[in-house]
DNA sequence: CCCTGATTCGC
DNA sequence: GCGAATCAGG
């Protein structure tokens, strides 16, 4: 398998939306978990919360494939905090991610020297680059909270949520696209998608001279060009 | 064990 | 550019 645009871009969609890499994997088949991510990267689709990250990268695997291992766990110097002179970015080194921190009277205003990635969810919340400092306090705290009624965007579309084995996942639009969904009808039994979309995704190879014709597929008439 | 994402490096 | 192998934390 290739990274067609298509591909690419519904790996944009799903990887943004939060799905696990084995998920993605899954969903666009043909390529495996580490494909997935090896090529997020290559797009500079930043990092998720990663379960081993938060600590500075230690400079391993400087052993050669060919050369024999260290085999030794206690090979780790201790731990030599790095000078960064040019960056003076503190940050502490045990951050609590998403714990609400009391405003502080020195907060900084937030750094606008440097583009952020910020997208916005459902609901309005936002997803932050794990590197990002916590907002000062922003979510001054609504009353309560109530389940959003589905406004009339999102109303009697299918989300990528709502896909399941028995309806159909031809989408409708493109990913990205605010209305983007996906058709919802009834499944063909067997097939991912509804009968009339069926008919579009599998086109019936023009039978050869010297071929016995295709027997006729299971949702109907084939289309023959 | 399973899962996760990050990184490396031969192709 | 690609992805298997590997690492490392949960």
Known sequence: MSWTDERIDRLKALWSKGMTASQIAEELGGVSRNAVIGKAHRLGLQSRPSPVKPNEPAAKKADKPAADKPAAAAAKPAPRPEAKPATPAPRPAAPAPQAAQPAQPGQQPPRSDQPRIVSVGPGGFLRQTPGDQPSPIPPAPPRRLVPAKPSAEVADKTSLLDLNERICKWPIGHPGEPDFHFCGAPSNPGF??????????????????????????????PRVR
């Open 192 to 221: 991912p998608y509804c009968v009339e979309h069926c008919g579009v995704a599998y086109q019936a190879q023009m039978p050869r001279r010297d071929r016995r014709p295709p027997p006729p597929l299971p949702f109907g008439g």
